[in-house]
């Protein structure tokens, strides 16, 4: 009866450490799981990030250039009206 008790206990803790062992497995797995849609949706995020920031330059430099377009034109009408008054009174 001894060695059957024994036995008994043996697969008893067997069956403890498998069951150990797939807890922890699934842990890991669910963990894994976790680390694996936050690492998605701080890549989204950034893509997301990363799209309207580029919207914002494009949308100031055509800022910046429609100025510097009205800033050449405005010189050149000034350049223009100081040829005209030279030219009168010379």
């Known amino acids: 009866m001894n060695d059957l008790e024994s036995t008994i206990e043996m697969l008893k803790l067997e069956a403890l450490k498998n069951a150990e062992v797939k807890n922890d497995e699934t842990i890991f797995r669910q963990k894994y799981e976790k680390t694996a849609r936050e690492l998605d949706s701080a890549k989204k995020r950034l893509q997301q990030q990363h799209e309207d920031d580029m ?8 800022q910046l250039e429609k100025k510097v377009f009205k ?8 350049v223009c009206v100081l040829i005209i ?4 009174f010379r």
């Open 55 to 62: 919207e914002q330059l494009v949308a100031m430099k055509k």
């Open 71 to 78: 800033s050449k034109i405005c010189i050149f009408h000034k």
């Open 85 to 88: 008054i030279s030219k009168i």
